[in-house]
């Protein structure tokens, strides 16, 4: 994997959203399959797209995916789709044919199974493994990635393409892509910003602990990391 690191969060989240941008113009996936994380730095995201980057991000060829989402309805403050509906999709005009949201509202299990098969049917190839064309992950502070938890690590290796796991402290439920699907994606690009997030990144670049995030790092070839965090 490579590491990227920067002064701040803003020349951080820059150098990220210009790779995304040099990614989909050399794809020649077209429309471009990109899921999305939610949370704290996916917002900042977000927000950053619509001010600097609207007119040099190719909208019209993305279509919308989720790496993991709260079982919540998608109005709920929880929802990861309600943020970048507002964040993003609104400001953006997005027609909602390109926006594949999973449905937070639904039987947690059925819904992990029918997004599973609509992803299926949606990317290229009708596989059981998917590939997406980007997938960008977030890191909790205790080294979580997408919605998989350090007593849910065995959705790494999952060979499902979601699946249900449990957030360890709050018990909420949540439907996250499987580690497998993750490490399929063609790119997969990591904004991992802020103070809170010092911790954790020196537990993982010093390979100190065993995370989600961990194994991640160890077997995602194709993934960069950004950060503002001092890896040294
Ligand atoms: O719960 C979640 O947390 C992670 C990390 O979020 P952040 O607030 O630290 O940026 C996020 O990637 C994931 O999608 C979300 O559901």
Redesign the pocket.
């Known amino acids: 994997m490579k590491i990227e690191v920067y002064k701040t969060t803003e020349e951080t989240l820059r150098s990220m959203t210009e790779t995304l941008i040099a990614v989909i113009k050399k794809s020649k996936s077209k429309p471009f399959h990109i899921a999305l ?6 917002q900042q995201l977000f927000k950053l797209w619509v001010k600097e980057y609207r007119n040099d991000i190719p909208w019209d060829i993305l279509r919308f995916y989720w ?2 989402e ?1 079982c919540v309805s998608p109005e709920d403050d929880e929802s ?1 789709f309600k943020h970048a509906e507002r964040l993003l999709f609104m400001p953006m005009d997005i027609p909602q044919n390109h926006i594949h949201r999973i449905w937070g509202e639904q039987e947690p299990k059925i819904e992990a199974e029918r997004y599973s098969e609509m992803v299926k049917w949606e990317l290229p190839g009708y596989s059981n493994m998917p590939r997406f064309d980007c997938t960008i ?5 205790d080294g ?1 990635v ?2 998989i938890f350090n007593d849910s690590m065995n959705l790494l290796t999952d060979q499902r393409i979601y699946a249900v796991s449990h957030h360890p402290k709050t018990g909420q439920q949540r439907i996250t892509m499987t580690g497998t699907v993750i490490l399929k994606s063609s790119t997969i690009l990591i904004p991992v910003v802020g103070a809170d997030k010092q911790e954790i990144m020196e537990h993982l670049v010093h390979k100190q602990g065993v995370y989600p995030a961990s194994y991640i790092f160890s077997h995602a070839s194709t993934a960069t990391l950004f950060t503002d965090r001092v890896t040294e």
Do not use: K, P, Q
């Not at 994380?37 to 996916?42: E, I, K, L, Q, Y």
């Open positions: 994380s939610g949370g704290s730095t996916a790496v993991d709260r990861n992950l977030g890191i909790g502070t979580h997408a919605s």
